[in-house]
């Protein structure tokens, strides 16, 4: 079982408009969080990453939020582009030795519309 | 800097070849690793490096051979394809090989691998 699960899927919007994607995961203790962006045919780009005690993060119009508690972060993109269509990819390290051991969860795949 | 480069960019193997994916880094990064990316599943830690000479498994060794041997590249063998291993490959890289949670990782743009 997938210990990072995405929702939704896929997301439809229209250009211009906000949303919000979702990742909860149950990888505990873990290192970091991280939100990548995937491009079709390539590689994920990352977005944000967070610590366990860190509960926001921005890069420009994408804000990643950050509920240890809950086990959940989700990713808010503001004022949508076309360029932001894409994959958007949820990870969660586990600390293993002296570094880490990521767990990808399966993207939520965004299409924005003109 | 050209940061993750990977070659090929395709390749079409038949059952029981074998082959090398490469991968190089011009960011003097410590650690490095490889994933496959299979439709509907999230990307599989294959074998990672934490410096040169030193490798380990991921999830998903069996089946591939990684060597260490300059900072720079990270070659990944196939040592007798199978169709199950028709993937997407990506080689990755970031600065520091411990825990420090604030290090960007940098992918490659993946090689497409067909396995017949």
């Known amino acids: 079982k997938n210990q990072v699960e995405q929702s939704p899927q896929s997301l439809i919007i229209l250009e211009g408009k906000n949303c919000t994607l979702q990742?909860?995961?149950?990888?505990?203790?873990?290192?970091?969080l991280r939100w990548y962006k995937q491009d079709t045919g390539r590689g994920p780009v990352s977005l944000t990453i967070m610590t366990f005690s860190e509960n926001t993060k921005s890069n420009g119009r994408y804000t990643a939020t950050l509920d240890a508690d809950t086990k959940q972060s989700s990713l808010h993109i503001t004022a949508s582009q076309l360029s932001d269509s894409a994959s958007y990819i949820c990870v969660v390290s586990l600390p293993s030795g002296g570094s880490y051991i990521p767990t990808f969860g399966r993207g939520t795949s965004l299409i924005v519309h003109p | 800097n050209a940061g993750v480069t990977q070659t090929p960019k395709f390749q079409v193997l038949k059952t029981g070849q074998s082959m090398t994916l490469q991968c190089a880094q011009d960011?003097?990064?410590?650690?490095m690793s490889w994933y496959r990316q299979d439709p509907g599943m999230g990307l599989r830690l294959i074998h990672y490096s934490v410096g040169a000479g030193i490798t380990d498994q991921g999830e998903v060794p069996n089946g591939y051979n990684v060597s260490r041997s300059t900072t720079e590249d990270f070659p990944l063998r196939l040592l007798s394809a199978a169709p199950s291993q028709t993937s997407v490959y990506f080689c990755?890289?970031?600065?520091?090989?411990?825990?420090?949670?604030?290090?960007?990782?940098?992918f490659g743009p993946g090689t497409r691998l067909l396995v017949l």
């Open positions: 990742c909860n995961y149950t990888v505990s203790p873990f290192s970091n």
């Open positions: 960011m003097n990064h410590e650690y």
């Open positions: 990755a890289s970031r600065g520091v090989a411990g825990i420090r949670a604030g290090e960007t990782q940098y």
